[in-house]
T-cell receptor
Framework: EAGVVQSPRYKIIEKKQPVAFWCNPI?????LYWYRQNLGQGPELLIR????????DSQLPKDRFSAERLKGVDSTLKIQPAELGDSAVYLC?????????????FGPGTRLTVL | SQQGEEDPQALSIQEGENATMNCSYK?????LQWYRQNSGRGLVHLIL?????REKHSGRLRVTLDTSKKSSSLLITASRAADTASYFC???????????FGKGTKLTVNP
């Protein structure tokens, strides 16, 4: 079974530039999560999708961050414009309500550096 | 906000020794989970313990949960160099599927 796929793995941009991250969850997983992990910290949830609906986006900085999950499968997280403080690892995870709703499966993450 | 708090922040041991990490949390939970993160990789789910369980085993891992003290411990027995990683505890917030992670314990196992 293929795991959660994320791309790109690394991204270096200058501040004020836009950036986008892509995630392909495990096949059949209806729940998708985006987390941000700052250096030396644990992941913090940005947004959670149930199928194509964003059910928890309370931690998403909506002035510059946006996300979408078309057709309830792949998802894209965008930052525009990026700021220096956005440098972090962005992790995508998925879970299946029907198999094991409490267990999240993580992708390798995208390490973003904003210069 | 972070619910779980791991202790110690860093731990260095020799191969073959046991490693114990602790996690304290603040509010009532229905389960607590431990994840491992190797350098530059995503998190891997290790084990889940429910609030009505006191101890759980998985291979060389032993997890305990004390709901009265709002704490959990993860024991790795007979450690190996490949166990070198950061270990995080995570708890659901408010009975939802939103997991809140601690800051993690960085474990180094020296060969």
């Amino acid at each position: 079974e293929a795991g959660v796929v994320q791309s790109p793995r690394y991204k270096i941009i200058e501040k004020k530039q836009p950036v986008a991250f892509w995630c392909n969850p495990i096949s059949g997983h209806n729940t998708l999560y985006w987390y941000r992990q700052n250096l030396g910290q644990g992941p913090e949830l940005l947004i959670r999708y149930e199928n194509e609906e964003a059910v928890d986006d309370s931690q998403l900085p909506k002035d510059r961050f946006s996300a979408e999950r078309l057709k309830g499968v792949d998802s894209t997280l965008k930052i525009q414009p990026a700021e220096l403080g956005d440098s972090a690892v962005y992790l995508c995870a998925s879970s299946s309500y029907f198999v094991s709703p409490d267990t999240q499966y993580f992708g390798p993450g995208t390490r973003l550096t904003v210069l | 906000s972070q619910q779980g708090e791991e202790d110690p922040q860093a731990l260095s041991i020799q191969e073959g020794e046991n490693a114990t990490m602790n996690c304290s949390y603040k509010t009532s939970i229905n389960n607590l989970q431990w994840y491992r993160q190797n350098s530059g990789r995503g998190l891997v789910h290790l084990i889940l313990i429910r609030s009505n369980e006191r101890e759980k085993h998985s291979g060389r891992l032993r997890v305990t949960l004390d709901t009265s003290k709002k704490s959990s411990s993860l024991l790795i027995t007979a450690s190996r160099a490949a166990d070198t990683a950061s270990y995080f505890c995570a708890t659901p917030q408010g009975g939802s599927e939103k997991l809140v992670f601690g800051k993690g314990t960085k474990l180094t196992v020296n060969p």
